[in-house]
């Protein structure tokens, strides 16, 4: 059988894979989701969800730094990875002795595929279809809710120290335009940084948005970036509301709608 990942590249496979190792926490949650568990045999320190994920499998590493040697006791059927999350240099390495499937996502509409992906590969397409249908009619109905709303000028942050915030391409961004903020940094590629002095003079901003993830942003964080812009609302976010694709879009919808 003969796939094709979000890169483009061609994968091959003998079978349907029975164990499955997962290189990115958003897509480990999808595998459960869609009733996978039971395949999952490796998993990152950054598989929190289900919060047992890391009791029940083997854990291999990060995202960023893998144990091969551990990878190579599960003989793994496929490996799954991330062009952000994970490195080219680990995909390359990787490839060389195991198929690896690699996501790319910016967009809701990139998140949909690879759930249609995943239910192609794992012999799971009524599962995965029944997820994207519920994702759409949550999608849906939030832009019908938001739709009236006043646009807000806004600024998320996901680092402090360097001071770092999601700009144009990324999956933050397209969720922002989603909630109609207007993100001050679209215009700006990935994760630019700004200094100090840039925070301390940031004008015209409805909104300051302080992710819990990577960065976990605390009420500490919070009263600091105040200090800094006392006109400026600034707000704690859940992070993986922003951040995971896949099934956490089922639920994000619903969030949004509380920072309305």
């Known amino acids: 059988m003969l796939y094709t990942d979000q890169l483009g590249r061609d994968i091959k496979l003998i079978s349907t894979p029975a164990r499955i190792i997962s290189l990115v926490p958003s897509q480990t949650e999808l595998l459960v989701t869609l009733g996978l568990s039971n395949y999952i045999v490796g998993v990152t320190k950054f598989c929190v969800h289900p919060d047992s994920i890391r009791k029940e499998k083997r854990v291999v590493g990060g995202t960023k730094n893998i144990h091969l040697d551990k990878i190579r006791q599960l003989s793994p059927d496929i490996i799954l990875c991330n062009k952000e999350e994970n490195t080219k240099e680990i995909v390359e390495i990787l490839e060389e002795e195991y198929p690896v499937h690699v996501s790319d996502i910016s967009t809701v509409e990139e998140s949909l595929e690879l759930i249609d992906q995943y239910g192609e590969i794992f012999n799971k397409t009524n599962d995965a279809a029944t997820l994207i249908s519920e994702i759409r009619s949550e999608l849906k109905s939030f832009s019908e809710f938001i739709k009236d709303k006043p646009q807000k000028r806004v600024t998320y942050f996901i680092w402090r120290k360097p001071w770092m915030v999601a700009g144009k391409g990324t999956f933050i961004h397209h969720l922002l335009e989603l909630n109609g903020f207007i993100n001050m940094f679209g215009v700006q590629d ?24 990577p960065f976990p942003f605390s009420e500490e964080h919070k009263n600091e970036v105040a200090k800094m812009l006392p006109d400026t ?26 920072l309305h």
């Open 233 to 258: 609302k600034v707000i704690l976010v859940d992070g993986e509301y922003f951040s995971w694709y896949g099934s956490r879009l089922a639920q994000a919808f619903t969030y949004f709608r509380t």
């Open 190 to 213: 990935r994760y630019p940084e700004i200094s100090e002095e840039q925070l301390s003079k940031l004008k015209d901003i409805d909104l300051i948005l302080l992710s819990s993830e």
